[in-house]
C-alpha cells in the first residue's frame, strides 16, 4: 500500500510539473505574439525618426558666416 501511495505521489508531481511547463509555453507564445505589434511599431517609428531627422539635416557650407561657427562639423578646419 505504501509503495502504491508513493507511485500515485510521483504520478502527480509529475503531471503537476507538465502542466506548469505546458501552462509557462502557452503564456510566453501569447506574450510573444502580442508582443509583436508593439515591437514593429517601435522599429518602425524608430526608422522614421532617423529618416526624418537624416532629412533635416543640412550641408554646412564654409563660405557662409553662420555654417562657419555651427557646433557640429564633419571636418575640422583651421580658421
Do not use: H
Amino acid at each position: 500500500m505504501k509503495n502504491k501511495l508513493k507511485q500515485i505521489w510521483i504520478n502527480c508531481q509529475s503531471a503537476g510539473y507538465t502542466v506548469l511547463t505546458l501552462v509557462a509555453v502557452v503564456l510566453i507564445v501569447l506574450g510573444s505574439i502580442l508582443m509583436l505589434p508593439v515591437v514593429l511599431v517601435l522599429i518602425v517609428g524608430a526608422v522614421v525618426f532617423i529618416a526624418y531627422k537624416v532629412g533635416m539635416t543640412e550641408d554646412i557650407d564654409i563660405n557662409k558666416p553662420y555654417d562657419r561657427y555651427k557646433k557640429f562639423r564633419s571636418y575640422n578646419e583651421e580658421d
